[in-house]
């Protein structure tokens, strides 16, 4: 049989309610009776019952984390850093995490309705922000707890943590330029994409500052993946034949696609680093163990997705935030790739 308050407290010649209130840390139990009852607890094999104190507190401890994708995300290694860093703090603050991955659009939508309806979870995290967001419009108008991985165009003072994607993209484009490219290809992200329109603009804008003309040819529309980026430097190749013409140098809009422009390159007989250079974002684990080695513009991926729970937390628990708003700056990682 489980022990049970009472037995706790029959033990300790107490009130259920005595032991109860120092087993949840309320102050105005005696520092000398918490630690009796703590030890008394312990030593006995008292496990609290959950469900009774989250139907006492109205809450679940349990955090939403829905992963938009249309196929299987958990070998996308960039969520394996930001799933790593989510739940670790969770469990810091004894939260759990409750996490799906769903198509965006009509499944994608009634994850979210079920799961604030339904009240699975205490809060959620957004991430892969769109431009007109239409789950930061919803959580908004239901007063849900939510906090964003990146900044979005509905308006509202709702709490994101993010990247500056235009500083990054254009220190990696300038690092290029530096190294004496002029023909600079862009694997752009889907244009729906918030972060897609800031990393696009610090492209250009790396090339305007160098006196580099805009060649609509050199860029093109990659789907995040490795596949997506293998099939568009396969079409960069395929546009630009001649060695006269072809891009010497590659700025893809996440590591992963970077990682298969270096594959569609080197199948084409040519040589990462020497022939043409490759650079990508977000410095997720595999960059550095590529061949060869991919530089990369780093984004701390795990210290984000803890920063992200870190805040939704104190949201739930209604705790006030010392920001908001924290954009962070990103670091170029200069590897043998380019």
Not at 78 to 94: C, D, K, T, V
Not at 304 to 325: D, N, S
């Given at each position: 049989m489980p022990v049970t308050l009472k037995d706790v407290a029959q033990k300790l010649d107490l009130s259920i309610?005595?032991?109860?209130?120092?087993?949840?840390?309320?102050s105005d139990v005696a520092a000398a009776?918490?630690?009796?009852?703590?030890?008394?607890?312990?030593?006995?094999?008292?496990?609290?019952?959950?469900?009774?104190?989250?139907?006492?507190?109205?809450r679940t401890d349990t955090i939403g984390f829905i992963i938009?994708?249309?196929?299987?995300?958990?070998?996308?290694?960039?969520?394996?850093?930001?799933?790593?860093?989510?739940?670790?703090?969770?469990?810091?603050?004894?939260?759990?995490?409750?996490?799906s991955i769903h198509?965006?659009?009509?499944?994608?939508?009634?994850?979210?309705?079920?799961?604030?309806?339904?009240?699975?979870?205490?809060g959620v995290v957004i991430v892969r922000i769109r431009h007109d967001d239409w789950r930061i419009r919803f959580l908004q108008q239901e007063a849900f707890p939510f906090v964003c991985f990146g900044r979005s165009e509905v308006p509202g003072d709702y709490p994101y943590i993010g990247v500056d994607g235009t500083l990054g993209m254009y220190l990696l484009t300038r690092h290029f330029i530096e190294s004496g490219h002029q023909r600079i290809a862009y694997i752009a992200a889907p244009p729906h994409f918030f972060f897609a329109t800031d990393r696009k603009a610090g492209f250009r804008q790396?090339?305007?500052e160098a006196g580099i003309p805009l060649e609509k040819e050199l860029e093109i529309l990659g789907d995040l993946t490795q596949q997506g980026g293998y099939l568009a430097m396969k079409e960069l190749l395929s546009r630009f034949p001649s060695a006269d013409t072809k891009p010497t140098a590659i700025a893809a809009c996440n590591d992963?696609?970077?990682?298969?422009?270096?594959?569609?390159?080197?199948?084409?007989?040519?040589?990462?680093?020497?022939?043409?250079?490759?650079?990508?974002?977000?410095?997720?684990?595999?960059?550095a163990h590529s061949h060869p080695p991919l530089t990369t513009v780093r984004q701390p991926i795990y210290q984000?997705?803890?920063?992200?729970?870190?805040?939704?937390?104190?949201?739930?628990?209604?705790?006030?935030?010392?920001?908001?708003?924290?954009?962070?700056?990103?670091?170029?990682?200069?590897?043998?790739?380019?």
């Open positions: 309610t005595t032991v109860s209130r120092a087993l949840a840390g309320y009776t918490r630690q009796r009852v703590l030890s008394t607890a312990e030593e006995m094999g008292y496990v609290p019952n959950v469900t009774a104190r989250h139907l006492r507190q109205q938009p994708s249309e196929g299987p995300r958990f070998s996308d290694p960039f969520f394996n850093e930001l799933m790593a860093g989510l739940g670790n703090e969770a469990a810091a603050h004894e939260f759990d995490v409750l996490v198509v965006p659009g009509v499944e994608e939508e009634a994850a979210y309705r079920r799961m604030v309806y339904g009240r699975r979870v205490d790396a090339l305007a992963l696609m970077a990682l298969g422009a270096m594959a569609a390159i080197q199948d084409a007989g040519l040589d990462v680093g020497e022939d043409i250079a490759v650079g990508g974002f977000d410095d997720i684990p595999p960059a984000i997705g803890a920063q992200v729970m870190r805040t939704l937390v104190q949201l739930v628990q209604h705790e006030p935030l010392a920001q908001r708003h924290i954009v962070l700056e990103p670091e170029l990682v200069i590897r043998k790739s380019g």
